[in-house]
């Protein structure tokens, strides 16, 4: 199963990207797991300095800004 | 049948023309420069159908209304798109390939520079912080970036050059710049390492590859930037505006002069003590100033009020706590506050 996890802390653009990734999978039908990491030495650690970022099973595939919903589908695509 | 079916189900991977993506920006601008060069005509046009003697106080107040709300939101739409078509030139992993290991001083002043032009919210200040530092990027550099980042923004100059015009916007930067340098610089100087968390050293310095790109996607950055920024701020403008009509058509002509005029010598501490707890973007404060400084506030005095507002806020110390100690967010809102007083003194005896 995909992991995937938003990195942020609670601010509102991190809410927006975490809903538009439940929206894309849920109307491509995919399961995959959906976490909200809060806390800041983690965040760091993935090396994002702007969020909301994004990690896809373990890969850094976004940060700063909500992502569009077309790169958001991309992600999925493979 | 079969031949249409294939076209259809099977385009050919998306490559359309490199010029198509620079369709949309140019008919926007068209229809801007227009837009823009009609607005005098048509508020005129407007005023007219209104039922208000022209020389009396509400027309003066409706009017200024009536032109500066479009204006003011034009030439913000136009400029926070050409902003965030550049800042996908400049994200933050890349400024602090530029920075790192820089030396005091050229390191200062680039991190001043590229804090106008980088994408940065007081949000994510922590995590770029810490990038930062683990990066290499001395600390009184990183402070250069993180003064001059809030402060001298796109929407901030937008706003100074639809208001006051070019000169004044020029000013502001420069002096803007100038106080980022010179806080970073003094900062530096003292090199308070000990006062940063001990556990931001012990973080690895992680980078991710980056993808690279195309002239598509940075103008979809740049609508996407205008969406953001003026939905969010318009209503700040419009309550800014209705507040700053009022005192351009009621408040007598010189009545700020005292409290904010030249004359005054404290002016300028009391409005960047009164601006450094005030929590607001510069779109809510600049229709404000704008008319404060028609009613005889000295440019210094009202300049240096917006910096402080704008450079230096609570919700952001309070994020910062989690990584520097009290006496560094101190040592840090003291520099700014004495570099802010010193540009309002030096621009109200220049001008």
Redesign the interface.
């Given at each position: 199963m995909t992991s995937i996890k938003v990195l942020?802390?609670g601010?509102a653009?991190c809410k927006a990207t975490q809903k538009l990734i439940e929206a894309v999978l849920a109307a491509r039908g995919i399961e995959a797991e959906v976490e909200k990491v809060e806390d800041?030495?983690s965040?760091?650690?993935?090396?994002?300095?702007?969020?909301p970022g994004v990690v896809v099973d373990g890969?850094?595939v976004h940060?700063?800004?909500?992502p569009?919903r077309a790169q958001v589908e991309q992600w999925f695509a493979a | 049948m079969h031949m249409q079916g294939q076209t259809i189900s099977n385009p050919t991977p998306a490559e359309p023309a490199a010029w198509r993506a620079w369709v949309a920006p140019v008919l926007f601008v068209a229809v801007w420069v227009v837009l823009y060069s009609q607005l005098q005509r048509a508020t005129d046009a407007f005023m007219q159908l209104l039922p208000i003697a022209a020389d009396t106080h509400l027309y003066g107040a409706v009017s200024f209304f009536v032109f500066e709300v479009p204006k003011v939101l034009l030439l913000l739409a136009l400029i926070v798109f050409v902003v965030g078509v550049v800042q996908t030139f400049f994200?933050?992993?890349k400024t602090?390939a530029i920075l790192a290991g820089r030396r005091q001083g050229v390191g200062n002043a680039m991190a001043a520079s590229l804090g106008i032009v980088t994408?940065?919210?007081s949000?994510?200040a922590?995590?770029?912080f810490?990038?930062?530092l683990?990066a290499g990027v001395p600390l009184g550099v990183t402070f250069s970036f993180l003064v001059a980042a809030p402060m001298v923004n796109e929407v901030a100059l937008a706003l100074l050059l639809g208001m006051f015009g070019w000169k004044i916007a020029m000013l502001y930067l420069g002096l803007g710049l100038a106080v980022a340098f010179a806080a970073g610089l003094m900062i530096g100087h003292m090199n308070p390492v000990k006062l940063v968390e001990p556990?931001v050293f012990e973080?690895?310095?992680?980078?991710?590859a980056e993808v690279r790109p195309d002239w598509a996607a940075r103008f979809?950055?740049g609508w996407?930037h205008v969406r953001?920024i003026v939905l969010k701020v318009a209503p700040y403008i419009i309550a800014g505006v209705g507040v700053g009509a009022w005192i351009h058509g009621y408040v007598p002509q010189d009545f700020m002069a005292h409290l904010m005029g030249k004359g005054a010598w404290w002016s300028v501490p009391l409005a960047v003590l009164i601006g450094v707890p005030m929590y607001s973007n510069a779109a809510g404060i600049i229709p404000i100033v704008q008319a404060l400084l028609g009613k005889g506030a000295a440019l210094g005095t009202t300049l240096a009020f917006m910096m402080a507002v704008t450079a230096l806020s609570f919700p952001e110390f309070m994020i910062l706590k989690?990584?520097m100690k009290p006496r560094l967010i101190a040592l840090f809102a003291g520099v700014v506050t004495v570099g802010i007083i010193f540009v309002g003194y030096v621009f109200n005896l220049v001008m």
């Open positions: 942020g802390r601010c653009n800041l030495p965040i760091v650690k993935y090396g994002v300095m702007s969020t890969k850094v940060a700063g800004g909500i569009t | 994200s933050p992993e602090r994408p940065f919210c949000c994510s922590v995590p770029l810490i990038g930062f683990t556990w973080l690895p310095a992680v980078s991710h979809a950055q996407q953001e989690k990584v």
